[in-house]
C-alpha cells in the first residue's frame, strides 16, 4: 500500500534470462529508474483518496478498480502526473512511516510437483515458506515452558550434540540453511566436522528447499539416513509440518524422522503427532516420527561418549531410545 518508485522504458530487451520460477515472460523491457525509495519513505496510497480517477472515495478502496490488480494497464495521465510529483516530493523531503516487516517479507517460492492420483501422475504447485517468527500463540503456550536467551541457547546445544554424534559415528551431516551461522560454546555449527556445503541433486527442487530446512540430517552418501527437528522456542507444530511436507513429497523415501523437545512438552509433542492432517496419512507420522526427550537424549549421548561407542554403533540405534505415539487403531 505504498508507491516506492519509478521506471522509465527504454526499449525492448533481447535479455531472455531466468528471473521467475513460475512463468516465463518473453516480453520485456529495457528501464531505468527514476525514483526509487525505501518502503517506509513510501507514498501511502491513502494520500491519493479523492486525488485519482482509479480511487474516487472509501467505496474504491481494496480494489482501486483493478489499477494495482494488474501489470501494465493504462491510467489517467493526471493521475500519472500526480503519482510521479508526490514521489519525487517524497525523495526530496522524506517522511518515515514504519512498516510491518512481515509484509515486506517474500512470499513462498512456489514449485511444480507429480502428485500421484491414482494410477496417474497429476503436475500441481506447492510452496515451501521460509521459518516464521514464534506467533503471540506459541509465546504463551511457551511462556511457562521456556526463557528464550536460555532456550535459544538450549536448541544450539542440541544441535551441536546431534551433529556431532552423527559426524563420530561416520555420517556426513548438514545443519538447517538458517542455523548455519549459529554458534554454541564459540563454534559455528557449520563449520563442524563433516558437514555438507550442499545436500544431494536426487530430490526436486521442492523436496531440496524443505529438507534444507530441517534442522539436523546424518546422510551417507546421497542418501538421508536420519532427520531431526529441535523445537525448544517454536511451536512443536512447525517442525511436524515440515518432517509432513517431506514425507508428502517423497512417500517413498525411507528415513528415520525425530523431534526432539523439551520432556515437560511430551502430552503437546502427542496431541500435535495425532492431529488428524497427520494421523489420516498413508503413513500416519507418529508411526515414523519419534520422540527424544532432552534428558534421555542427553543421557544417551553422555553415556556413549563415556563408553566410547560412537564408532560401533548404528544409525538407527535411536529407535529404541525414543518414544513413538502410534497406538493400535495406527497399528492396525
Known sequence: MRWVGVLQIEGRTADMRKIWKEEDFPVRFAVKPLVMLEPEHGVPMEQLEGHVKFYT????????????????????EKDGELILSLLQKAEESPISRPVDPKKLARKASLYRVEAKKGTRKQPTLV??????ELPASAVAELREVVIEPAATTRHGEIQYLLLTLGADLGLDVWVARNDRGRKWNGVTL???????DELPTQFNEATTRTIELIDVLWLSGNSIVAAFEVECTTSIYSGLLRMSDLMALQPNLDINLYLVAPDERREKVEQELLRPTFGLREKPLAKICGFLPFSVLCEKLDGIKRLGLSASLKPTFLKTTAEFFAGEAAEG
Request: net charge positive.
Open 190 to 196: 557449520g563449520s563442524l566436522p563433516r558437514m555438507l
Open 57 to 76: 472515495g472509501p467505496k474504491d478502496r481494496g480494489k482501486f478498480k483493478g489499477i494495482v490488480r494488474s501489470s501494465l494497464n493504462t491510467i489517467y
Open 127 to 132: 510452496s515451501v515458506p521460509e521459518p516464521e
